[in-house]
């Protein structure tokens, strides 16, 4: 097995994410432009393809919420992680030499600034007795199209976390399963359904895409909400949800431009096992 790169650097700073956040505002008009192809993989995980650069974010191991889908990953230049749990940062067996991300800080890698900033993956009120690591969400611009994967995060989101991910996203995907800790031993990890929506009306990017929620992949130990927890409580009449087809979407700068708001739902159908 080839050697990866695990690159790690100090915890990034208010300062440093803004001052990182304003350089890419500044240089966007000069950043390479063109469609993006992004993958959905399951729980977490994406793949983003374009502008020269390949990403995967959030490889897994098959257990749990994830029991049904296939963990087989496409090659890719960049790896980010949210953490190192099975669900959102395994990295055995992955294709080719990519560099792995998985701390918080500022990594400029292939002409791409990956912003990683830490947050809780449950407030304290929540945690009632668990524990885990940090929450790595990460920013970064690519193809003119800037993005927030927020990972496992069920810190509620606010001004300060709003600054440092850069502002409102073009591409959001957020957690949106999540439950209370409770008798059943069920960790409180994600945004609960609430919360997403308390996230989004401070985010307000032009494309969500609801992650980390159960699906048919999910065995009996998998203790998130459905999707349908988090759409029920959307109000249609504020922001369009689109129920896709395909665990796929192509973008582009010139298209999200002119785009409101909308939720796609993509659908897991092509990426569970035989």
Known sequence: ??????????????????????????????????????EWLGHTCFS??????????????????TAGYRDTFPQADIVLLSSQLFDEGYTDGLPGDPRI?????????NNI?????????????RYRGWRFPPNIAWSWRQG?????????????VDI???ILTGGS???????VGGTDADPQNIPPKGYTPAQSLQA??????????PTHYKTTAGDDTCGLQSIESFLNLVDRNEIKVTTVASNRLQVNRAALSQANSEIKVLSDRPLLRA
């Open 101 to 109: 991300l998985f701390q918080a800080g500022q990594y400029p890698v």
């Open 160 to 162: 300060d976390d709003f």
């Open 144 to 156: 003119g199209i800037s993005f927030l994967h927020l990972g496992g995060a069920g810190e509620e």
């Open 48 to 65: 983003v393809s374009g502008a020269g650069t390949k990403v995967l974010i959030n490889p897994f191991r098959a257990l749990s919420c």
């Open 169 to 175: 996203p073009d591409i959001l995907m957020i957690p």
């Open 113 to 125: 600034t990956f912003d990683g900033i830490s947050l809780a993956h449950a407030n304290i009120e």
């Open 1 to 38: 097995m080839k050697r990866r790169q695990f690159i790690q650097t100090a915890g990034i700073s208010a300062f440093g994410a803004i001052a990182g956040f304003s350089l890419l505002q500044k240089n966007a008009v000069q950043a390479q432009t063109g469609n993006l192809d992004i």
């Open 200 to 209: 989004l009306e401070l985010l307000r990017p032009k494309i969500v895409i």
